[in-house]
């Protein structure tokens, strides 16, 4: 019989270990961040972009190495980012926080269930960030990013089936004659999550007569749906991905329009935003809480879709 999970009594140090690798994880995110677009290769020893210089391994401690330098190159006094300090403590905290979530939290299980759970996150939580930063900067979602949700999504929904888990109960598609066709939820999911957008963003594109949907918003959908099945939480995170979209353009049209540029085309320009960011916050929340996520859209239909009692 599968052993039951059961919290550590030495949690607090353990959550501070995913913190201190997950700060790692963010080091390695911020060179996939700055290379992925420019289409460098993310292997190789990091460098100064202004002089060129290789850096330390004493230039390249998380969080440590900025703050002591003061966010500047050691060799030729060139500003860095402080987003890299934000995206490394960022990771560590949701890693941390995800840690915390699978030892307190709804996700119930065998200590296998818990384990592929967290190599999920390690795995989908940086690339999510990732995707926000680059999305926000480039208006591009980086392929290597989405390929690895699909891999992950499709490789923890096997490690749950051998397992024994239910996470992923079988689904299979119906042939007729009692037959049906076995196939794992994670690649429903993706080609529901890809054809469903890319069919969405085809008919938005007839009516305005423009492209109205980036391709890699398309591509996101086939990561979340790998992650999530085709069920109710797929079509949660969409949902919630329009809603936090939708006030995130308000908020942007407002503060430009309180800022009171002239130029009516570059404000109009400025306050366009990525969906892309949106869709990676909606799929991290998602999978921290499926359940939940998909019980408010199932309750919402049942609520939209039942019919009124006669008075």
Known sequence: MPEVFSPSPVVPLVALWHFALGLTVGSFMNVCIYRLPRGLAVTGRSHCPSCGTTLRLSDLIPLFSQVVLGSRCRY????FSWRYFGVEALIGALLAGAYLLAVYGPVDGTKAEHALWMVRMWIAVPCLVAIVFVDFETYTIPDGLVVALVVIGVASDIGYRVVGSTVFPPLGIPLGGG???PLLQSIQGAVVGFGGLWLLGRIF?????????????VKLMAGAGALLGPGWSLLGFFLLAV??????GIAGILIRRLAGSSDSEHRVAKTRLPFGPFLAVSLGVCMLQPEGVADVVSMIYLAAWSPVPAA
Do not use: K, P, Q
Not at 76 to 79: L, T, Y
Not at 210 to 215: D, S
């Open 243 to 248: 809603a936090l979209g939708a006030v995130g």
């Open 205 to 217: 594109s007839a009516i305005l007569g423009e492209e109205a949907m980036g391709y890699g918003d």
């Open 179 to 181: 037959h049906e066709l």
């Open 76 to 79: 030729c006094g060139a500003r």
